[in-house]
């Protein structure tokens, strides 16, 4: 019985230390990616906004969520070196958690970025409108192409969401 008690007061602590890591304010900085700086969480994976959002507000709720997690926060985000600490802001989710905005945007990652500095989100139209990496300016990074294409031509997902 002992045996036992140690161990669930053994795991409730491993647990609380586990929440208690992952409750820390959100750190932006700036990497080098095949479209230019643009802006990465701690972990370094591009953030990225949605041209859905208004006034600082989160479009991508429920569905949108899962492919376009939330850049949350616990506390004030922080910058790193070429960034400005005057655009970087939270904003209250439905759901009441804080997400992390630049520049009055919204920032998300993108679940099918794996690895640090990937940008495959880039250019997807997806939920209702395109998704686009953040420049240090807090403003939406455009892939410049050397194709031509027709107009009115959209860029859409290759990918089983609307």
Known sequence: MLTALLGVIGFLAAS?????ATRTAATLSLRKTGLGSVLVNAKGHTVYLFAKDK???????????????ALLSHGKPSVGAGLKASLVG???????TRQV??????L????LDKGAGQTKGEGIFAFGAKWYAVSAKGKAVVRTSTTPTSPG????S???YP
Not at 101 to 106: K, Q, S
Not at 153 to 156: C, G, I, N, P
Request: glycine residues 6%.
């Open 16 to 20: 609380s230390v586990a929440r208690s």
């Open 55 to 69: 006034n600082g507000k989160s479009a991508c709720d429920g569905s949108c969520a899962k492919f376009w997690p």
């Open 90 to 96: 939270t904003t209250k989710r439905s759901n009441g």
């Open 101 to 106: 905005t630049y520049n009055r945007h919204p």
């Open 108 to 111: 998300y990652t993108y679940v």
């Open 153 to 156: 031509t959209t860029t859409t």
């Open 158 to 160: 290759p990918y089983p």
